[in-house]
């Protein structure tokens, strides 16, 4: 059967970000029976976003964009793999490696979606952008959730520490008050669980 | 800490969700070591929305509201489990239980995503909008390209036939031309690696 290049384009990048599945994260799922991948995490943040959209700093938000940023701002691990957020120059090293798998990932689209998507995802990457801003503190969000609901109590392999966490997620803050105070109250429960040293 | 009863129900939900992630599908992930669950399932569909969005027969398309409606559409099987689509039983006794999760679950939130979202859900289940229609064969459509991915050659456990499977996803041509086209040929590539029966 014949059908068009553009089609066949938009179906090998279909078939390509399946890989996303098995991209596997450094928390767990509710049952604990394993990693929590990249794919269902990107579907989490998306509805987050959609549901706390008016609790932020920003008068207007193109949720439409912000939802598309979440659902691909991952896809470069389907080459770079995750970088745990506390491995400092895990995060630098994927830097490039990342910008090569969104050309090469985004790369397989047709046009208007290949610049489109390079795009969103260079925006999402530099946070300049009240969307970017904002996607990237519900991104941040998601994981001091689904850690305290997912970890078993006790359970502190890396040794973070509150303050640690606190630091690293201070900028949802300068997004939004609401969800700032949710951060905290997440750590907090978190430290109570036994996920991370008091100070 | 005390935040607004808005954000603990938002959080409620938000949490609640986390269980879709271990709610497994028939089809399976790309290297094969685990079954496919909803939430990683509605992510791909949400970006397959995305790129197809011009190829229907809809003159107009409000695509956020098809993204919404494939990020929220499966959350009813925390409740209900994932019915198998040719088990034509279970899928006539699920409908009460679905109906009821999504009241549960939806209900979980505050005015008015609580109502959006129990709306948007009745409108893909009743799939008489153009959005409803469009994001049913989009869900139509991944499945066959996932199977196609993920199955073992010469694997079909429930010996399904290319006549069965194509009279089922028949309804994708009211919607797209080029999509059925796409459907066609998966389920042709399909028979080739042996995954269904070729009459």
């Given at each position: ?64 964009k912000v939802i598309k940023m979440l659902l691909i701002h991952d896809i470069v ?60 503190s519900i991104d941040a969000l998601q994981p001091l959730l689904n850690h305290l ?51």
């Amino acid at each position: 059967m014949i059908y068009s290049k553009e089609l066949k384009e938009k179906m090998a990048f279909i078939s390509e970000i399946e890989k996303l599945k098995i991209v596997y994260r450094q928390n767990g799922v509710f049952d604990k029976s394993r990693a929590e991948n990249s794919a269902e995490h990107s579907w989490h943040i998306a509805l987050m976003a959609l549901v706390f959209q008016e609790h932020t700093i920003f008068e207007k938000l193109d949720i439409l964009k912000v939802i598309k940023m979440l659902l691909i701002h991952d896809i470069v691990e389907i080459d770079a793999g995750d970088t745990f957020l506390y491995d400092t120059q895990g995060k630098d090293a994927a830097i490039e490696t990342e910008k090569n798998a969104a050309l090469r990932i985004f790369g397989l689209l047709p046009t208007p979606y290949k610049e489109e998507f390079i795009s969103i995802w260079l925006e999402f990457e530099e946070k300049t952008t009240p969307e970017a801003q904002y996607a990237a503190s519900i991104d941040a969000l998601q994981p001091l959730l689904n850690h305290l609901i997912t970890a078993k109590e006790n359970e502190n392999p890396n040794k973070l520490s509150k303050s640690k966490v606190l630091n690293k997620k201070a900028f949802i803050g300068t997004v939004s008050n609401d969800l700032w105070l949710v951060a905290q109250d997440l750590v907090e429960e978190s430290v109570t669980k036994g996920l991370y040293e008091k100070y």
